[in-house]
């Protein structure tokens, strides 16, 4: 089965980057990590992506903004995580 790519924002010390990796880690789904802590012209190109949203993470499957961690979490509660991560929806 194919997987929707991920792109994951983060910085190296926010809690938050990293309990968002250990959830995707647990569904085994491969992500592209871009750090935005030491490069300006990297984050604004987030948060012009993210829709004006400068916290981190920012987290995008497919071509979806799925938003930061608390929406990650969200979308695993909900039961929807699943078919976003295949691609089928959510």
Do not use: W
């Amino acid at each position: 089965m194919s997987q929707a790519p991920i792109t994951i924002y983060t910085t190296r010390t926010c809690p938050f980057c990293h309990r968002a990796k250990g959830l995707l880690r647990d569904k085994n789904a491969q992500y592209d990590e871009i750090d935005v802590g030491a490069d300006p012209q990297v984050r604004a190109q987030m948060t012009q992506r993210a829709g004006g949203r400068r916290t981190v993470p920012q987290i995008f499957i497919g071509d979806r903004h799925v938003g930061g961690c608390d929406d990650l979490f969200d979308l695993e509660r909900q039961g929807k995580l699943d078919g976003l991560l295949a691609g089928t929806g959510a």
